[in-house]
Structures are given as C-alpha cells and as structure tokens.
C-alpha cells in the first residue's frame, strides 16, 4: 500500500520561509511526476508546483520566483522550499504523486501565514 507523509507545515510571519516534505513508502515499482497542490478555505485545489520523474519543473505563477521544489529519487521524497511567504500562501498543501497510471495524494499540512 503507498502511503505519502507529508511534514514542514506551520505558523510563519510574512516573508518568511518553510521548508516542506514528502515521503513515499510502500509497494513503489517507480514514480513519475510528484508535486504540490494546495486548498484554501472555500476555494478549489490547484497546483502549485509539479516535478516529473527527470527534474522538469512548473510552477502557478503565483509562486514563480518564491517557491522551489525539489526530489531525491533516493529516498522517494519530494520537498516545496517557500520563501518570501505572503498571506494568500495560507492553506493546506497537498502531497501529490503518481505512480504508473494511478493517482495518490498524502494527508494534507497547513501552512499559515500570518500578515
């Protein structure tokens, strides 16, 4: 069973940074893309940042320039550096991965960013 265990969310002043991760256990043969999505209160989940299984990245525009993320295929995690925090980053960010054709996505962590 693939299980995604995300950690690094928090509390965090205006232009600070966070550093989040995820970690892919289970019954893994490989995993394609990874990335982050997030969900506001009242609002959709949209992507905010993707990385395929050969480092290719995109990003929402709203976190060009801010946002990093990263993968170690080693250790089957993928990571979200996020700097220069902003309020409208407040939300529950979502660990996404794909592994053959089927879709997994982890618990969920908040990140709150306070004005």
């Known amino acids: 069973q693939v299980q995604l265990v995300e950690s690094g969310g928090g509390l965090v002043q205006a232009g600070g940074s966070l550093r989040l991760s995820c970690a892919v256990s289970?019954?893994?043969?490989?995993?394609?893309?990874m990335g982050w999505y997030r969900q506001a209160p009242g609002k959709q989940r949209q992507l905010v940042a993707a990385?395929?299984?050969?480092?290719?990245?995109n990003y929402a525009d709203s976190v060009k320039g801010r946002f990093t993320i990263s993968r170690d295929n080693a250790k089957n995690t993928v990571y979200l550096q996020m700097h220069s925090l902003i309020p409208e980053d407040t939300a529950v960010y979502y660990c996404h991965a794909v592994i053959r054709t089927f879709d997994y996505w982890g618990q969920g962590t908040q990140v709150t960013v306070s004005s």
């Open positions: 289970g019954s893994i043969f490989s995993i394609n893309a």
């Open positions: 990385i395929t299984s050969g480092g290719s990245t």
